[in-house]
């Protein structure tokens, strides 16, 4: 993409360059501050931390809070470890990715190039969804999702969580499409192509980039939500509500390093997609979701 | 057969509105019925379960009597405030450095992305350690001899409030960032080339033409900033529980709590409804502006 | 060759009994014991029931003493789902009791001779109109002092059992350089210290107080120079309390940092942890002032309305195994309580356990066992919130003087009502 290589909107001088770069070093250690007090004090003894300073590396070094937090730690009654709870969230998070990030290219596609009138209505009506608090929606939630006998539901919570993501989505998506060519769109149609072969076709082989925001904003949600989870995962709870458990100890003994473990166990998938899909994102945002 | 094409083609007409009728259903039921629901529990004397005996107003009387709600109101706009003006600044920044031809772009992005990944259930402890002064930021410095230097804000009844702006805008002015970054690779070159040719300077540049260029991204930053203001929670129960004392109080700590914590489900609508009200009153105006534009 | 016929098809025979019987019984049980110690020790229980033909379903849900567990409660009732068995403190069974919502243990508890054995003040919060709604685990006291034995020699002085003695101590302990007093500033370590202050004033002021809410008592004079002490307490403290986990609190008592903590019996499972000894390395007693008199928060496991008969029968198995006294020993022995029923062997026990059975024992014959404020074991969650806020503010020197606070309290508790 020509974004990439193009050359910058303003260019400065050479001590103002060195200014920016220590200036962008120091955010970057801002960043980093609160990983590298949790990584630091993962590995090392109990004893290190409750005494000791937070910040200094350690004296002993020791994986057992890892070891702990992924396959040993008490979680409930089971000392399982973090280990079973990743494959309860996977199972959730894909499905809920999936469907919602389809629907929203697909709500898109009608409302850009399908309009009818009072379009834009629905999807203003439909864009309030991104701002409702979920504590609100818990009790209601809960009283439909028993209607619907999803309770305590792997399907359920994928429908909760595909239900206030397909505002995000559609919003994306819809900015997006906008800036697509509708010209193309109609030159298909005389063609004789349906509804669905022109997305298939001709809008969905460049919804790359604005797939990788949707994907990446959806999953980040997901993943880390806990009220959700911890309400309606019944017997199938996710990682965060596993990794509550394990850090919200009532009246026992808190064991940091091993909740500092587990916290960075919990968000390695997130982490993962951003790191590896982070430059993408910003192609993805500038691709159209800021236009407007 | 004069029906079949005529049926298809009536098919070809209503598929679009057939595809997007689910999502605005379900919207439809779980936003705004929902809301609907929360505005009569608000009338209803509710404790632990909803219930439907009517009160009137006395759940909304008595949340303006209560100080904490007070002092909710208060932290929200000392908060949101602060946070969004603090986030889109150094947002801003930020991008525009980072578009300065900086070695190592490709690193730092995901640096300054990263803590939009992690939950606050994961970074609140370590949070609250770093600003605790007696084994964080402040102990820190006494050990590498800076004996005088103290940051307190957290033990702080008045200044625990901008911990948690702190804290807030290191989870999301790094997408802010980016959603910047998006725009400034967006603008169309030329323009600047010219402009420089004229003798602006680069401060000029900015100003009278780069910023007003990304006015989609400050609108959108905006609403991003002020929904996740409103709706904040995670981050005051890691950071402060509400504390010290009940001076952290927001919004949505102050509905939660009420709500399930202190069986007055009523009052914890009630202040549920003046948070959406609040919502709405930001976004209406905002959403009604961007979309009768592109009519 | 018959023999052998008749053995198999016995066995057969149990063995589909016992596979019926697991299939059938399973209890879920929603609670929030969750990590470390406590989780294991309901392992013990898990296993019981597991004997016994009853399978566990697991739901745990931690986080804010319980909270997020109501609320997860909450939206499993609402859904028309709720668990079997659920871990409730206090005053959440009688909620949940007056809304129908929970089973009735009577004829278990006849048959089992429950009511001989649990004290009458937790009887209170098992039963509701006369049913038993509810099986209690353990019984939390939380009027400790827990003090670090070499700071406490230092000050010279012996462990206080008076206001001005505790004084005493603290100001020598001030003067030999360390913090006095350990302590968290959450709304909750706040009001468990405030606890023992008001029981210290006497057990009858304690009930007029806190569990009756007369006004007149919760605004008046002894209620001021409660605030007054609490509010003395907080100089003690060192000036980085806030917010602070109450176990990094029994730390610095552990690493003689600090003198004492003022802090329920789980603290003690922090000092056995760290490899210190009863008697030896640090001192259990008594909020001062309040020897024979106990303040307490009970965890107990109540049960849902099943329809399913097999259900009912799992809830009865799983309750008769919970007041199972070898069961009661063996968890109340790792949670640092004291177990619910006041007929079990000491014998397991270490030295504060053994006080804190025989205190107990003491407190419910003289009528001397009270509900915790700070516990919600004295008054509603409403009002326990109510008090909640005017401690903290009080401890956090919000108001001018003890008197200031008290009529403040008064006021908050009527507005909670």
Known sequence: MAAVTQDTAVSMGRIARVFIYLLLLLFALFYLLPLYVMGINSVKPLAEITGGNMMALPQVWTLDPWRSAWSTAQIGVEPTGLKPYFLNSILMVVPAVAISTIVGALNGYVLTKWRFRGDTWVFGLMLFSCFIPFQIVLIPMAMVLGKLGLAGTVPGLVLVHVVYGIGFTTLYFRNYYAAFPTELVRAAQIDGAGFFQIFWRILLPVSGPIAVVSVIWQFTNIWNDFLFGASFGGTSQPMTVALNNLVQSSTGVKEYNVHFAGAILAALPTLFVYFVAGRYFVRGLMAGSVKG | ?295 | ?417
């Open chain 2, 1 to 295: 057969m004069s029906t079949a094409p005529d049926f298809r083609t009536r098919l070809q007409d209503w598929l679009p509105k057939l595809v997007l009728a689910p999502s605005f259903a379900v919207t439809l039921l779980f936003v705004y019925g929902f809301i609907a629901f929360t505005v009569l529990l608000s009338f209803t004397g509710s404790k632990m379960l909803p219930s439907y005996n009517f009160v009137g107003w006395l759940n909304y009387q008595k949340l303006w009597a209560l100080p904490a709600w007070n002092t909710a109101i208060v932290n929200i706009a000392i908060f949101a405030s602060l946070y969004i003006i603090i986030c889109t600044a150094v947002g801003l920044a930020l991008a525009i450095f980072l578009d300065q031809k900086i070695r190592g772009e490709g690193v730092l992005r995901p640096i300054y992305l990263y803590p939009m990944a992690l939950s606050f259930i994961v970074t609140g402890t370590a949070w609250k350690w770093f600003l605790d002064p007696g084994i964080g930021l402040e102990k820190v410095m006494h050990l590498w001899g800076w004996e005088s230097f103290s940051f307190t804000w957290i033990k702080d009844g008045d200044m625990a409030i901008y911990t948690i702006v702190i804290a807030a805008v290191w989870q999301t002015s790094g997408f802010v960032m980016a959603m910047f970054l998006a725009g400034l690779r967006g603008i169309d070159n030329e323009i600047l080339k010219a402009a420089q040719i004229d003798g602006a300077s680069n401060w000029q540049l900015y100003r009278r033409i780069v910023i007003p260029l990304l006015r989609p991204a400050f609108l959108s930053a905006f609403v991003i900033l002020s929904h996740l203001a409103i709706k904040s929670y995670d981050l005051v129960v890691a950071l402060t529980g509400g504390g010290p004392g009940r001076a952290t109080e927001m919004p949505a700590t102050f509905m939660y709590s009420y709500t399930f914590t202190r069986n007055q489900m009523g009052i914890g609508a009630s202040s549920a409804v003046i948070m959406l009200m609040t919502i709405a009153a930001i976004m209406v105006p905002y959403l009604y502006a961007e979309l009768k534009e592109k009519k």
């Open chain 3, 1 to 417: 060759m018959r023999s052998g016929w008749k053995t198999m098809i016995k066995a057969a025979a149990v063995l589909a009994m016992t596979t019926s019987l697991a299939k059938a019984a399973d209890v879920e049980v929603l609670h929030w014991w969750t990590s470390g110690g406590e989780a294991a020790a309901l392992n013990v229980l898990k296993d019981n029931l597991a004997t016994g033909g009853t399978g566990w379903v697991d739901m745990p849900v931690a986080g804010g003493g319980g909270e997020a567990a109501m609320t997860a409660l909450r939206a499993r009732v609402t859904a028309g789902d709720p668990p079997t068995a659920v871990q409730m403190l206090g005053f959440d069974i009688q909620d949940w009791a007056e809304q129908g919502a929970l089973a009735d243990l009577t004829a278990t508890a006849q048959a089992e001779g429950w009511d001989k054995v649990v004290p009458a003040a937790l009887q209170k919060f098992s039963t509701y109109d006369g049913k038993w709604v509810a099986a209690p685990v353990n019984v939390h006291s939380t009027n400790w002092v827990w003090i670090n034995k070499a700071a406490l020699d230092a000050t010279g002085l012996a462990a206080p059992t008076t206001w001005d003695e505790l004084v005493a101590v603290l100001d020598k302990m001030k003067e030999n350089g360390i913090t006095p007093l350990a302590h968290g500033g959450q709304p909750w370590q706040e009001a468990t210290v405030f606890d023992g202050i008001v029981l210290s004033m006497g057990g009858d002021f304690y009930q007029k107080a806190f569990i009756d809410l007369d006004p007149a008592a919760l605004g008046g004079e002894q209620m001021a120079t409660a605030f007054d002490h609490l509010i003395k307490l907080r100089s003690y403290v060192d000036d980085n309390f806030s917010g602070r986990d109450w176990n990094l609190a029994s730390a610095m008592v552990i690493n003689g940092e600090a003198g004492m903590q003022m802090m329920g019996d789980w603290a003690k499972g922090e000092f056995l942890k760290a490899g210190k000894k009863p008697g030896t390395d640090f001192v259990c007693i008594r909020f001062p002032g309040t020897q024979g008199s106990v303040t307490f928060n009970s965890d107990q496991f109540a049960m849902f309305n099943q329809t399913d008969a097999a259900k009912q029968e799992a809830q009865v198995n799983m309750a008769k195994a919970i007041m199972d006294p070898a069961f009661q020993s063996a968890f109340n022995v790792v949670k640092g309580s004291v177990p619910a029923r006041t007929d079990v062997p000491n014998d397991a026990f270490d030295d504060c356990g053994k006080k804190g059975m025989a205190d107990l024992a003491e407190a419910n014959t003289n009528s001397t066992l009270y509900g915790s404020m700070a516990h919600g074991h004295a008054a509603p969650a409403a009002v326990k919130n109510a008090t909640y806020d005017v401690i903290t503010a009080a401890f956090n020197g919000e108001y001018a003087d003890g008197a200031a606070a008290a009529k403040a309290l008064a006021e908050a508790v009527a507005a909670a009502q």
